[in-house]
Each structure stands twice: as C-alpha cells, then as structure tokens.
C-alpha cells in the first residue's frame, strides 16, 4: 500500500553547493540519501514529495558541511498482509513467478497459483496447468493477496513477500476475464439487449 508520510531526517550539504539555492538543493540531498532506502516499520521509501520545514543549519568541526534537520513528506510503499494487489510477472521460473508490484517483488509460488497440477515448460519459460491449459509467464498481469512479509532493511533485494492466488477472485487477469464473461448469460440470436 502507498502512503503519504511526514518524516524527519538531517541532510548534510556539501561546501560545494552552499551558494545554490537551500530549498531545491536541500530537497536533491534527501532523494540521494533516502529513495530506495527500505525501512523494516514504515516500507520503501518510493519518492520525497514536499519539503514542509527546515531547521537552522549547524556545522560540524572538521566539516565544511552544513547539516540541517528536515521534516518533509515522502511516498512509502509497505505491503500489508492480506492486502490485494495487481502487478506484473516480472520472472518465471521451476519454483513459481516473481511478481513486481512498485518498488518491491513478491513470490507467488506454484502452490499458491491455483488448485491445479502446475508444471515448469522451461522453453517458454512459463508455467502452465495440467488440466486447464492455462499458463503464466513473464508480462503477464495478476491480482494476488499479500500472505507473508518479511521486510530486510539491511539487504532489501533479500526482502520476501509471500503472494496467493488461490481465493475467489484473485488470478491472472485473463483469467478472471474469461470466468466472467462465461457466467454473463448468453443473447441468443433475435433478442435484443435490454
């Protein structure tokens, strides 16, 4: 989920940049410093939005550095268990598909796809059903449940987000369409639609 969040921080402006101007070269120091950085309690931190207040700037001994204490608004993405997003396959592979969903991936492992024999077609890179003849591969596009998160603050690309796709209308897009539009009833020919 994405949320707007007022946080605090200090920024360190280098000599170099002391005689641009505070506001826009104060907001460029903390998209270097925090975009990206990911947060165990409050998410990734996707952009810094607004500055609403700097504090009076304090040099350090031995630094030619001014440092300044900001609070500012920022863009957060933190997946919440149970929460249903929408994103895109972003990898197939044997074990089940990495789905991207903004600035982290979840796993939606072959368990957690449908309740149908699911095997690897590594040539297609893809993962199809037994039964069904339906398959999921990279680009396609799913709506899934958050069922587990571990957030790693250290190491973000170790970060695992468990997915499911096996509740009511959770499933590959395509899918989901195809099941609605077989329960819609059918016009049969002379009927006019209402």
């Known amino acids: 989920m994405y949320?707007?969040?007022?946080?605090?921080?200090?920024?360190?402006i280098p000599p170099t940049l002391l005689g641009e101007e505070i506001m826009p070269t104060i907001k460029n120091a903390l998209r270097e410093k925090l975009e990206g950085q990911v947060?165990?309690?409050?998410?990734?931190?996707?952009?810094?939005?607004?500055?609403?207040?700097?504090?009076?700037?304090?040099?350090?001994?031995?630094?030619?550095a001014v440092y300044y204490d900001v609070t500012f608004e920022a863009i957060m993405f933190y997946p919440d268990l149970q929460e249903i997003i929408e994103g895109e396959v972003?990898?197939?592979?044997g074990f089940g598909v990495f789905i991207g969903m903004g600035?982290?991936?979840?796993?939606?492992?072959?368990?957690?796809?449908?309740?149908?024999f699911i095997?690897?077609?590594?040539?297609n890179a893809r993962l199809v059903?037994?039964?069904?003849?339906?398959?999921?591969?990279?680009?396609?596009?799913?709506?899934?449940?958050?069922?587990?998160?571990s957030i790693n603050e250290r190491e973000p690309k170790e970060s695992k987000i468990g997915l499911t796709m096996?509740?009511?209308?959770?499933?590959?897009?395509?899918?989901?369409?195809?099941?609605?539009?077989?329960?819609?009833?059918?016009e049969t020919p002379g009927e006019e639609a209402a």
């Open 166 to 186: 096996r509740q009511t209308a959770l499933g590959k897009l395509q899918w989901l369409e195809e099941a609605r539009r077989k329960k819609q009833p059918q």
């Open 39 to 64: 947060d165990k309690k409050l998410g990734s931190l996707v952009a810094v939005y607004n500055i609403d207040e700097v504090g009076e700037g304090h040099i350090l001994v031995g630094d030619g």
């Open 129 to 149: 059903t037994k039964s069904g003849g339906k398959s999921i591969a990279e680009g396609d596009h799913v709506r899934a449940r958050i069922v587990a998160v």
């Open 119 to 123: 095997s690897y077609d590594a040539k």
């Open 90 to 93: 972003v990898e197939a592979v």
């Open 103 to 116: 600035p982290m991936d979840g796993l939606l492992h072959v368990s957690q796809i449908t309740d149908d």
């Open 3 to 12: 949320k707007l969040m007022k946080l605090v921080d200090t920024v360190r």
